[in-house]
């Protein structure tokens, strides 16, 4: 039987929901049932339209395009 572990560390938790995060924005662009590039674009919209949002909602704003940019150039290698 398999030992489950539990991570206290928010950090790993954070980290691995981005991973995973990461995976499924890959797949569903290579099927073609997302589309990064839009999903960039509307992110980037969505930012300039709330230009006088707080802190979090700013940086919200930049740590989501982090995650599609990097699976989008995860892509691109291939």
Known sequence: MIEKKTFNNPDV?????????????QRLDA????????MIAGVEADQ???ENADMMAKE?????????RFAQNL???R
């Open 60 to 68: 919200t704003f930049c740590e989501t395009l982090q995650i599609l």
């Open 48 to 50: 300039q339209a709330a």
């Open 13 to 25: 938790k954070i980290a691995a929901m981005q991973y995973l995060m990461t995976m499924l924005l």
């Open 75 to 77: 892509i691109k290698g």
């Open 31 to 38: 099927a073609g049932q997302v589309h990064l590039k839009e």
